[in-house]
């Protein structure tokens, strides 16, 4: 009795270790086309018996798009030999079919990877088709950059997206990583800068960080990627901690990198809009310790200084910003607006209750309008469109000042017409 038992028991062992695959697998295998075979994946995955079916259903999928991508690459080759040596002719190729089989083969081969690693009814992991996966997708990577490409001519973004995202992700992927390891990837920072760029137009805003993280790792693209992931993270501010936590980041980005201007007045437009002005004074003194006439500092300076009718500073402030950049119409245009100022109020403090300036105190005052004068012409040279600054009404004011209404009106019309 104890040996029908024992005998019983490894009839049931038997039946179990070498049970076939599920009908719902054998469906799949049995597949002609991928579009046939991804259809059954994508409708009864769930049905499938283990871990080790799944894995098989995908690897179904990557042999199916393979066939694909092998044939048109195969004519791509023969194409590239004959243009070198002059013969034969080109023969066309489904540029369109070749990458969408090619995506199809590194999304499915991933997925394949996800359940080949899974541990089997005895807790060990026996990946089926790890290897030959990798043989097979490796040397094709770099086919997914051409990919982003194409699409990206066509106008396509979200598929230029896809592809660029594709190769960036791959290189840490589970299935090529510590493959791709074995080489230096020299691409990879400069197509996360681009798959973030991508992101960006997608309105994929997890993306963005994702890709310019990975780029700005590099040197070369540490800047751009930066500056794209903090003006992308300004256009999502809406409440004030939305913006607290902003500034957080850009202090961050600020410390790593104190010379990176787009970074430094950013940083600086928060500071102001948030009224953080302990911060404010604070960045600023550190900024001019390292660099003294640095144009941002002294013409934002000027700027507040204005704004709260402190003249005199704003004057000095403006002037040291003209130092860097003497052609700046917009700090042109303030100067100017603030020594207009300055030179009216002083002729109405001597002006008093008569309401008649001294001579002794026009001759000292006048000076001052023509200084300003000076400035706002040089405004409207360097800008006539007044494209960045408004120097037209204080130019006419100035003029109104020196010369009277009529010169005031002449350059009042001239300034129209620009």
Same mark, same amino acid.
């Given at each position: 009795?104890?040996?029908?038992?024992?005998?019983?028991?490894?009839?049931?062992?038997? *039946?179990?270790?070498?049970?076939?695959?599920?009908?719902?697998?054998? *469906?799949?295998?049995?597949?002609?086309?991928?579009?046939?075979?991804? *259809?059954?994946?994508?409708?009864?995955?769930?049905?499938?018996? *283990?871990?080790?079916?799944?894995?098989?259903?995908?690897?179904?999928?990557?042999?199916?798009?393979?066939?694909?991508?092998?044939?048109?690459?195969?004519?791509?080759?023969?194409?590239?030999?004959?243009?070198?040596?002059?013969?034969?002719?080109?023969?066309?190729?489904?540029?369109?079919?070749?990458?969408?089989?090619?995506?199809?083969?590194?999304?499915?081969?991933?997925?394949?990877?996800?359940?080949?690693?899974?541990?089997?009814?005895?807790?060990?992991?026996?990946?089926?088709?790890?290897?030959?996966?990798?043989?097979?997708?490796?040397?094709?990577?770099?086919?997914?950059?051409?990919?982003?490409?194409?699409?990206?001519?066509?106008?396509?973004?979200?598929?230029?997206?896809?592809?660029?995202?594709?190769?960036?992700?791959?290189?840490?992927?589970?299935?090529?990583?510590?493959?791709?390891?074995?080489?230096?990837?020299?691409?990879?920072?400069?197509?996360?800068?681009?798959?973030?760029?991508?992101?960006?137009?997608?309105?994929?805003?997890?993306?963005?960080?994702?890709?310019?993280?990975?780029?700005?790792?590099?040197?070369?693209?540490?800047?751009?990627?930066?500056?794209?992931?903090?003006?992308?993270?300004?256009?999502?501010?809406?409440?004030?901690?939305?913006?607290? &936590?902003?500034?957080?980041?850009?202090?961050?980005?600020?410390?790593?990198?104190?010379? &990176?201007?787009?970074?430094?007045?950013?940083?600086?437009?928060?500071?102001?809009?948030?009224?953080?002005?302990?911060?404010?004074?604070?960045?600023?003194?550190?900024?001019?310790?390292?660099?003294?006439?640095?144009?941002?500092?002294?013409?934002?300076?000027?700027?507040?200084?204005?704004?709260?009718?402190?003249?005199?500073?704003?004057?000095?402030?403006?002037?040291?910003?003209?130092?860097?950049?003497?052609?700046?119409?917009?700090?042109?245009?303030?100067?100017?607006?603030?020594?207009?100022?300055?030179?009216?109020?002083?002729?109405?403090?001597?002006?008093?209750?008569?309401?008649?300036?001294?001579?002794?105190?026009?001759?000292?005052?006048?000076?001052?309008?023509?200084?300003?004068?000076?400035?706002?012409?040089?405004?409207?040279?360097?800008?006539?469109?007044?494209?960045?600054?408004?120097?037209?009404?204080?130019?006419?004011?100035?003029?109104?000042?020196?010369?009277?209404?009529?010169?005031?009106?002449?350059?009042?019309?001239?300034?129209?017409?620009?």
């Amino acid at each position: 009795m104890k040996k029908m038992m024992i005998v019983a028991l490894m009839a049931v062992s038997a *039946s179990t270790a070498f049970a076939g695959d599920s009908p719902t697998l054998k *469906s799949i295998l049995k597949a002609k086309t991928y579009e046939e075979a991804a *259809s059954l994946v994508n409708s009864s995955l769930g049905q499938l018996a *283990s871990a080790a079916e799944k894995a098989s259903a995908y690897n179904k999928l990557v042999d199916l798009a393979m066939v694909k991508v092998n044939k048109e690459n195969e004519t791509m080759g023969k194409n590239d030999a004959n243009k070198a040596l002059g013969t034969g002719k080109m023969e066309p190729v489904d540029s369109v079919g070749f990458y969408q089989a090619l995506g199809n083969a590194f999304d499915a081969a991933e997925e394949c990877e996800k359940y080949d690693q899974m541990p089997n009814e005895k807790g060990k992991v026996k990946p089926r088709f790890h290897d030959n996966n990798v043989q097979r997708l490796v040397n094709m990577r770099n086919h997914l950059i051409n990919g982003g490409i194409f699409f990206q001519e066509k106008g396509d973004i979200k598929n230029a997206y896809k592809y660029l995202a594709s190769y960036v992700d791959s290189h840490d992927s589970p299935l090529l990583a510590a493959e791709i390891a074995k080489t230096t990837d020299e691409n990879l920072y400069n197509i996360a800068y681009y798959a973030g760029v991508y992101a960006y137009q997608n309105k994929d805003i997890k993306g963005v960080n994702k890709y310019c993280n990975i780029a700005a790792k590099d040197a070369k693209f540490a800047e751009q990627a930066n500056n794209l992931k903090l003006a992308v993270a300004a256009e999502q501010l809406k409440t004030r901690q939305d913006s607290v &936590n902003y500034v957080a980041e850009l202090e961050k980005e600020f410390e790593a990198a104190p010379d &990176n201007e787009n970074v430094f007045g950013t940083l600086v437009s928060m500071y102001s809009g948030l009224k953080l002005n302990d911060k404010l004074d604070a960045l600023f003194n550190k900024k001019l310790a390292a660099d003294p006439d640095n144009f941002v500092v002294w013409a934002v300076k000027g700027q507040n200084a204005m704004m709260d009718q402190k003249l005199d500073e704003a004057v000095e402030f403006f002037k040291k910003a003209l130092k860097t950049q003497p052609e700046n119409s917009q700090v042109l245009t303030y100067l100017g607006a603030c020594q207009l100022d300055r030179a009216s109020a002083a002729e109405n403090r001597a002006a008093g209750k008569t309401g008649r300036v001294p001579k002794e105190a026009m001759d000292q005052i006048r000076p001052i309008y023509e200084e300003a004068l000076g400035y706002l012409q040089k405004a409207k040279q360097l800008d006539p469109g007044k494209e960045k600054a408004n120097w037209a009404y204080p130019l006419y004011r100035c003029c109104y000042q020196l010369y009277g209404a009529e010169d005031a009106r002449t350059q009042a019309a001239e300034a129209d017409t620009k």
